[in-house]
DNA sequence: TGGAAAAATTTCCTAAAGGAACATTGTGCG
DNA sequence: CGCACAATGTTCCTTTAGGAAATTTTTCCA
């Protein structure tokens, strides 16, 4: 209902920016009618007010990145487009290290684990590779549980991981997962070769 | 402010509320260390406080939609990946873990950051891969440091790593590194192809 | 080392976001 | 027509984001 401000002292005409001032509030709104949702239906189910919504929608609010996370997520929205950007970037980008060679390893019946950059004494995270055996689908639920947090990483072969909370999950070359390593899991190889899989451990 | 619904609670639950948690400051404090900039810089270019923008990449804060898109503006980033909920857009699910399966781009001159199970948001280590781009050997003297540990695993190709207190390191495939990241560092591809590598980022 | 300069963090305060409840508008049915 | 009832808009109030400046921390040379 309110066509292009003149950009007069609007009650909160946008600052020198407002590029998605206008167009936020429309994006939602339209979302939430294809749906054929109210917005009590949306408030709810992102967890925000429903004035606070229908702020936003009406664009009287700018809403915080953490709330149009939350909408984008119910509303299942793509972003793209919201952030349109004039594309220049020059970076030089470094880190720095220490190094390893070959780890030790350290051998169980399902596993074979080698420990990555073990001359680093000091360190917080435990890397290491680990190869699974391609058989033994017996004890899965052998859980190991320990304080802290993993990343894991397929580098080749394909496995499933389970734990004690939910499905099993298939993973294959190239995926990863992080979780909560308080909970239970283990894992079993579904290739018919052993798989190989890069962890990284933070205890807490 | 937390009205907290249905969510019982995972041990790391997120998703359903989950403020940013640690995952965005360290992007863009990754993004603005690799630019070699100083706060001041991105905050006068953003049009933002230099306060906010340090509680921002602290998470001190939750910051309003504007202030993120001003900055990613700013830094150049592409953003799918922080939006990324994968699967389905029912909130009532929530887990403690999140799988990756081929992941979103972050692009720049040198690198194509593709971070790692990004829906995740409370995670203390960050995994992403990136391809480093095989030229650009001019500007290693660039070095990036931020406090913290980090590990690196080169999937393929081969680079050179550069730091300030040690000789350059030549890696390949398979070789891994850890080191403490306020070392100034930064690496440069060394074959024809660019280069693939897995890092974990530590923030203490 | 020390000490100045730069960068980052913290404090303090104001303006604004966001939620609860109330008010208004819109829609179907007797 | 007009009465429910639902959907949306608005007001009021509490909490919090975000900026200016002070404080602390880090960097960089002499």
């Known amino acids: 209902m309110e066509p292009v401000q003149t950009?007069?002292?609007?009650p909160m005409a946008e600052v020198g920016d407002a590029p998605d001032g206008q167009v936020l509030g429309q994006m939602i709104r339209?979302?939430?009618k294809e749906k054929g949702l109210t917005l009590e239906d949306v408030a709810k189910?992102?967890?925000?007010?429903?004035?606070?919504?229908?702020?936003i929608e009406n664009n009287l609010t700018?809403?915080?990145?953490?709330?149009?996370r939350r909408l984008m997520q119910t509303l299942d929205l793509k972003t793209p487009q919201l952030f349109l950007q004039s594309g220049k970037s020059d970076i030089s980008g470094r880190r720095d290290y220490t190094l390893t060679g070959k780890g030790e390893h350290q051998e169980t019946a399902?596993?074979?684990h080698e420990l990555l950059c073990t001359e680093l004494t000091s360190k917080r995270m435990l890397p290491y590779i680990s190869t699974i055996k391609a058989r033994d689908v017996s004890e899965y639920e052998n859980w190991v549980r320990h304080r802290g947090e993993e990343f894991m990483y397929v580098i080749s072969g394909s496995l499933t991981l389970y734990t004690e909370h939910y499905r099993p999950l298939m993973m294959v070359a190239g995926d990863s997962v992080y979780y909560d390593s308080s909970m239970g899991h283990g894992c079993v190889s579904t290739s018919d070769e052993d798989a190989r899989v890069l962890w990284v451990s933070l205890e807490i």
Not at 45 to 55: E, P, Q, Y
């Open 7 to 10: 950009e007069d002292a609007g």
């Open 30 to 32: 339209l979302a939430r």
């Open 62 to 68: 700018k809403p915080s990145f953490d709330i149009i």
């Open 45 to 55: 189910a992102a967890a925000i007010g429903r004035s606070t919504l229908s702020k």
């Open 110 to 112: 399902t596993y074979d």
